[in-house]
């Protein structure tokens, strides 16, 4: 354990410390207006909605296909199959009130 007398010392020299932080004024932080030239928002960062990213991306962007399982899923849930065998796995369906049929494995 710790000596009593050891802590009264650091007790001492933290009041102390303490002492001269009250006295020191704090210092003063100059607001200054911002100028045109400091100002962070530029015309660049404005995207009008004519000529935003997006619209250009939509125009050329072409639908992905859908992957083998997803297609025999959509093709057993057409069907109202009760099942479907995929890579070697069986995929069994429940009734869903709102999806129609829910795969599991």
């Known amino acids: 354990m710790t000596k009593l007398g ?7 020299k933290l009041e102390e410390q ?3 932080l009250m006295n020191k004024t704090p210092p003063t ?8 030239s400091q100002h962070h928002k530029t015309k660049k960062h404005h995207i ?4 935003s ?14 992957n083998k399982y997803f ?11 009760p099942s479907f065998v995929y890579n070697g796995h069986t995929y069994k369906g429940t ?3 709102r999806l129609g049929m829910v795969y599991k494995k």
């Open 18 to 20: 303490i002492a001269s």
């Open 6 to 12: 050891s802590l009264e010392k650091r007790v001492e």
């Open 71 to 81: 297609q025999m899923m959509l093709a057993a849930k057409k069907a109202g199959k």
């Open 29 to 36: 932080i100059e607001i200054t207006p911002h100028t045109k």
């Open 53 to 66: 990213k997006t619209d250009k991306h939509a125009k050329t962007h072409k639908k992905r296909k859908i």
């Open 95 to 97: 009734k869903h009130p």
């Open 48 to 51: 009008s909605k004519k000529h």
